[in-house]
């Protein structure tokens, strides 16, 4: 069974950081292409940043030069490490893994993955 745990989100002002975890069990996240998704209040779920089983990484525009999207093999957990937040980063944060095993391209679309963690919050106050 596959389960993944986000961990790491929290309050934060303008301009700070924090890095959040995606611990993984019954999977093994070298093989496949893993996602951050996030969705604020109101607003529809949106990728943020992908990698896939080789490093290649997929960002999008919003968090470009601010987010970076990393993985720890031997722990199996995914990583995202956000600096220079800004309020409209305010989201629930969701890891994601996909089902299809060396993929070559992590997209940022919700229907790709078939796996989800539960999600946590991110807060940032201006």
């Known amino acids: 069974q596959v389960q993944l745990v986000e961990s790491g989100g929290g309050s934060v002002q303008a301009g700070g950081s924090l890095r959040l975890s995606c611990a993984a069990s019954?999977?093994?996240?070298?093989?496949?292409?893993m996602t951050w998704f996030r969705q604020a209040p109101g607003k529809e779920r949106e990728g943020v940043a992908g990698i896939t089983s080789i490093g290649r990484t997929t960002y999008a525009d919003s968090v470009k030069g601010r987010f970076s999207i990393s993985r720890d093999n031997a722990k199996n957990t995914l990583f995202l490490q956000m600096n220079s937040l800004k309020p409209e980063d305010t989201a629930m944060y969701y890891c994601a893994a996909s089902s299809s095993a060396w993929c070559v391209v992590a997209n940022l679309y919700s229907y790709e993955y078939t796996y989800w963690g539960q999600g946590t919050q991110v807060t940032v106050s201006s």
């Open positions: 019954g999977y093994t996240i070298s093989r496949y292409c």
